[in-house]
């Protein structure tokens, strides 16, 4: 397999992360400096900081629901201190599916596997993520179907989502994309800025009434279904 996706299944970090030490020169197979793109077989050797990886036996993988809190950033960097894997504290090594904003709270999922979290997070699968969004003043229709065809930030119109209103100046979205500070990119281009921002739900697992601050592991049935999403694309291993 290519050496980002032995690094992810190893449970180290995931494919995006996993390019970045290979560029960084932290990544060695058989004690030479590891190429972007290259492929790794059982008899290789590879190291990260100079620690061998040993790929995790498929049921041994780890899933977690955790409500973020405000203040929290969607890291492992242990050079801050606000990171979310010493706030959650997990006896295991996990890492984020994905990030959520420092400022925003809600459901984030956290794994041990780096190839299921490839396959969560990576847009061209079109997981959808459900939001709920507080703004500054009253919602228009007008501004609801804009959310719904598509804004244009970061130079390129966002896909189509789903969105419909709760409240004087809040509202459900439903995407199928993540670009950076997407949700708050484009209120702010419809004139609107986003006060509060929750994320409720990913794919099928919702935030429920786990508390602020708060994780669980996902059930047997969260699992099941999870893994049925995402074997669809072909690849990952049965067991979870």
């Known amino acids: 397999m290519r050496i980002n996706r032995f690094i992810a299944s190893a449970g180290l970090c995931s494919r995006r992360d996993a390019d970045k030490l290979i560029q960084e020169g932290r990544v060695r197979v058989n004690g030479a400096p ?8 059982s008899g290789d050797l590879v190291t ?3 620690h061998p990886l040993e790929l995790a036996p498929p049921e041994s993988r780890v899933v977690l629901a955790f409500h973020k809190p405000k203040g929290i950033t969607s890291t ?4 801050r201190r606000d990171n979310i894997i010493s706030y959650i504290n997990y006896p295991r090594r996990v ?11 809600g459901l984030i999922l956290l794994t041990d596997d780096g190839e299921l979290a490839h396959r969560v997070m990576h847009s061209s699968f079109g997981h ?12 228009t229709e007008d501004f609801l179907q804009a959310m719904r065809t598509g804004v244009r930030i970061l130079g390129q119109k966002t896909l189509p989502s789903t969105a419909w209103k709760t409240g004087e100046r809040e509202f459900h979205l439903v995407l199928r994309q993540g670009l950076n500070r997407q949700i708050r990119r484009m209120c702010q281009a419809l004139g609107y800025r986003v006060t ?9 697992i919702t935030l429920g009434t786990l508390a602020e601050g ?7 049935k969260e699992n099941e ?16």
Do not use: C, W
């Open 48 to 50: 990260v900081d100079g």
């Open 214 to 220: 708060s994780y669980r592991e996902l059930t047997f």
């Open 196 to 204: 509060d921002l929750i994320r409720i739900r990913i794919m099928h």
């Open 95 to 105: 890492f984020t599916i994905g990030r959520l904003d420092r400022d925003t709270r």
């Open 128 to 139: 959808e993520k459900e939001y709920v969004v507080t703004v500054d003043h009253r919602i």
């Open 76 to 79: 492992s960097d242990p050079a």
């Open 34 to 41: 590891a190429r972007t793109g290259m492929v790794v077989g």
């Open 225 to 240: 279904q999870l893994l049925q999403s995402v074997a669809s694309n072909g690849g990952l291993s049965q067991k979870l």
